[in-house]
């Protein structure tokens, strides 16, 4: 069983339409997180949500929009596709601070032509 | 802000040999934590080795250690007896605890090093 999933893990589409990337985790984690690296393999945090509540938002344009129906998921959804937007998006989960791990999913690649 | 630097872009060993990668990173945090991140070419980011800053002892895993200096805020890691299964991008990051006493933390990752192991 895949601890932390995502789908789609290849998206290839035109600029200007919407897209969803969909995460979901098994682990019984409380907190999860979306974060894109650039062609230059750099990670950059996106979003966090700890049980459905949003805590960090890192000045990602507001075309990005995370939603989080339950603990177990964090869908991200982004309107109005720019070039600038390809990328590996990438889902993780994590319980706590104390254990800290951050275990991610298999990254969904974005492409847009 | 807190900032994690990795100053080696690239950097190859030979298999069998002795490797260390640099860290260092900028916090006034005193609780926070420290980690050692695998890419390999799958794109599947997997841990290798964590550190709790409040404790002195270095951490290792099998082959894999680290040389935390607090005072110097320098965190590199040493991969001994390389193999070319270690060829990744290996990824340092930082974590601290957002707010006293709160339940939520944020991970920053360093821009990356890239690792060759050559046979």
């Known amino acids: 069983d895949t601890a932390v999933s995502q789908t789609p893990k290849y998206l290839v589409t035109q600029m200007g339409n919407d897209k969803s990337i969909k995460c979901e985790q098994n682990l019984g984690h409380d907190t999860m997180y979306w974060y894109k690296q650039d062609s230059k393999k750099f990670l950059k945090i996106m979003f966090s949500y700890n049980n459905k509540e949003l805590i960090i938002n890192e000045t990602v344009p507001n075309r990005f929009s995370p939603k989080s129906p339950d603990k177990a998921h964090l869908n991200l959804h982004i309107n109005s596709l720019e070039l600038g937007d390809s990328a590996v998006y990438f889902c993780?989960?994590?319980?706590?601070?104390?254990?800290?791990?951050?275990?991610f999913g298999e990254g969904s690649r974005l492409t847009v032509l | 802000a807190q900032t994690v630097t990795q100053s080696q872009p690239e950097m190859s060993v030979q298999e069998a040999e002795t490797v260390t990668l640099s860290c260092t990173y900028d916090t006034s945090e005193n609780n926070y934590y420290l980690f050692w991140y695998k890419q390999p070419p799958s794109r599947q980011m997997i841990l290798v080795i964590r550190?709790?800053?409040?404790?002195?002892q270095n951490a290792t895993e099998n082959r894999f250690s680290v040389n935390f200096q607090k005072a110097a805020k320098s965190f590199s890691l040493k991969i001994s007896d390389s193999q070319l299964g270690d060829t990744a991008m290996y990824f340092c990051a930082f974590m601290k605890r957002l707010g006293s006493g709160g339940s939520n933390y944020k991970l920053t990752f360093g821009k990356g090093t890239l690792l060759t192991v050559n046979p």
């Open positions: 993780a989960s994590s319980q706590d601070f104390i254990r800290g791990e951050l275990f």
């Open positions: 550190q709790e800053a409040y404790k002195q």
